[in-house]
């Protein structure tokens, strides 16, 4: 499921991206046919990918758009590094997990260009997912850093590409608008890949939480592996959003303390829908799995959704035995009079 060239002319110096994550909007979960009817109007005529298997998955075709901008560089031993002028395309991709969760996925890689001198938009445009440096004289490391410490408004903006390619489908007039819980928000997943090897023992990667709905990846692989990285952030994402939403579903509890039907219509789709998504590393390629054994070691992923899952089976649990109770109740009363 690669998209991204990983022998162009030019070798990368480094891989961005950004994945943002939320629910489709339809009342309905959407099987695999609806599902690919929905992404193939992202690219008429292109084929879409699709895998019943271990988790309904299904991606769209990719979809370019120009850019004309600069990248920071960002150096701990230096203030600040000089910004690097790249012209290119990125290239963007819909994703639906399970008929229930959407996600718009951009990514671009660099490289540097033959010559200081733009080229026609075919050149560009010849080379998809690409963007060429053709001013300065910058490093692997030092971009992606500059990448994830996004500091003025004229560097690469993933973010807006990104949420168009998802709002695409989101208006699409085959979903109904309708969502089945209101606490499901959208979260972003920045993440870039720094291209060299790896350490013998351990594959460099960090994941941090920025704030409530942004995260940040950094990854390290060799040249042929860059191509790999794109699916596997996009399964983080996938799971990062499920502990995120399944936690928000459960701080509302106290909201619900006097409507118990109210809190069963909420619970009953997490429980239905997205608990059987739950399969991380299941899309990722063998040589990043060794990623997810480090997350389900610290923070824990598996351990936190375990968790929180049978808090909400139990509050379950409990609120139905109370609905009925009262029911019964209810019905005495009735058969008193």
């Known amino acids: 499921m690669a998209d991204v060239d990983s022998s162009p002319n030019q070798p990368p110096l480094a891989v961005f991206g950004e994945i943002q994550t939320c629910l489709l909007p339809s009342r309905q979960v959407l099987d695999t046919p609806a599902s690919v009817e929905l992404l193939s109007a992202m690219k008429f005529g292109s084929a879409v990918i699709s895998r019943e298997r271990p988790v309904p998955l299904v991606i769209s075709p990719n979809r370019l758009e120009g850019v004309d901008c600069n990248l920071a560089q960002y150096r701990a031993d230096r203030a600040g590094g000089k910004r690097v002028h790249v012209i290119g395309t990125v290239a963007s991709r819909t994703v639906v997990i399970g008929g229930r969760v959407l996600q718009g996925s951009s990514q671009t890689m660099v490289i540097r260009a033959r010559g200081s001198d733009r080229q026609p938009w075919a050149h560009y445009l010849s080379r998809p997912g690409t963007i060429e440096a053709l001013s300065g004289s910058a490093s692997s490391g030092s971009l992606v850093d500059g990448y994830l410490r996004p500091t003025a408004e004229d560097l690469l903006d993933l973010t807006s590409i990104c949420g168009r390619m998802s709002n695409l489908t989101r208006v699409d007039p085959r979903l109904d608008q309708r969502i089945p819980f209101r606490r499901a928000g959208t979260t972003r997943l920045r993440w870039a890949v720094e291209v060299g090897e790896p350490s013998e023992h351990a594959l460099p990667f960090s994941f941090r939480l920025d704030d409530d709905t942004v995260r940040s990846v950094r990854i390290v692989l060799p040249q042929e592996h860059i191509g790999e990285a794109q699916r596997f952030c996009e399964d983080l994402a996938t799971h990062d959003w499920l ?29 239905d ?10 899309h990722a390629s063998p040589r990043l799995r060794p990623i997810w054994e480090g997350l389900e070691s610290d923070p824990g992923f598996t351990r936190q959704w375990t968790a929180r899952v049978g808090q909400l089976r139990d509050r379950m649990t409990t609120t139905t035995l109370k609905v009925l109770q009262h029911s019964k109740a209810h019905q005495a009363g009735l058969g008193g009079l």
């Open 273 to 282: 829908e997205l608990v059987p998504l739950w399969m991380p590393g299941a």
């Open 243 to 271: 502990l995120t939403t399944i936690g928000r579903v459960a701080g509302r509890f106290g909201a619900f303390e006097t409507q118990p039907d109210a809190l069963l219509d909420e619970l009953s789709p997490v429980l």
